[in-house]
């Protein structure tokens, strides 16, 4: 099955059961804040379900944000004659999802979402990088197939993350001095130094 396949079984469903199905993350979070107080949000399990409905509307509304984005840019399709269901109402029930839960509890009481808004940005980045491909015409050479820009997408993506753990793998290497990386420890250190260097200049002891 392609992705054309998919989107045109998609489209043959009933655009109610789609929208419910879309919606419900959203609707979920919306009703939970009436089953635990305010201060309970970040506690087991209700973090936990918030995590997960996070992460139910986070990669439909990426995935409709890609189509769109692709459809815009490369297509040069008519925005008003695009799916609202499938291609609008993703992103804005990941967009109200995301608003809710914000209000609800803090990102940091969500276990994993750190991950998930990495890999959020790394498929932006991805898709920036796809889009300049294509606009440089280098995209032609390889076709302009919405798959075809999957696998580029997903060559930046690959290339992106192992870059980025390259790049950040010293703080785990053993032997690192620990105390070096104490935001703490280091601003004293220099805050000495520096008025070591003031009391030499000044020529004061």
């Known amino acids: 099955m392609t992705l054309n396949d998919f989107l ?3 489209q043959e469903l009933d655009w109610r059961w789609s929208a419910l199905i879309i919606l419900a993350p959203a609707i979920l979070a919306c009703l939970m804040g009436f089953l635990h107080g305010r201060e309970k949000a970040g506690q087991a399990p209700w973090n936990i379900v918030y995590s997960v409905l996070v992460y139910l509307i986070v990669f439909p509304g990426v995935f409709s944000f890609v189509l769109t ?8 399709t008519n925005l008003l004659k695009l799916n609202v269901v499938i291609y609008y109402l993703p992103i804005v029930a990941m967009i109200i999802t995301l608003a809710v839960v914000r209000r609800r509890v803090a990102w940091n009481h969500l276990p994993g ?4 808004f990495s890999f959020v940005v ?5 898709f920036v990088i796809a ?3 294509e606009k440089t015409r280098i995209f032609l050479f390889f076709g302009g197939s919405f ?13 992106l993350k192992v870059s980025w753990k390259n790049l950040f793998r010293i703080q785990d290497r053993p032997g690192t001095n620990q105390a070096s990386n104490e935001p703490g ?12 260097r003031i009391k030499k200049d000044s020529g004061l002891s």
């Open 122 to 126: 790394l498929v932006a980045v991805s």
């Open 69 to 76: 984005a692709y459809s815009l840019f490369f297509l040069r």
């Open 185 to 196: 420890a280091v601003n004293i250190e220099k805050i000495k130094h520096e008025l070591e």
């Open 8 to 10: 045109n079984r998609w």
């Open 131 to 133: 889009l300049a491909v």
């Open 113 to 116: 979402i750190d991950r998930l």
């Open 147 to 159: 798959g075809t820009l999957v696998i580029v997408a997903l060559i930046c993506y690959v290339l």
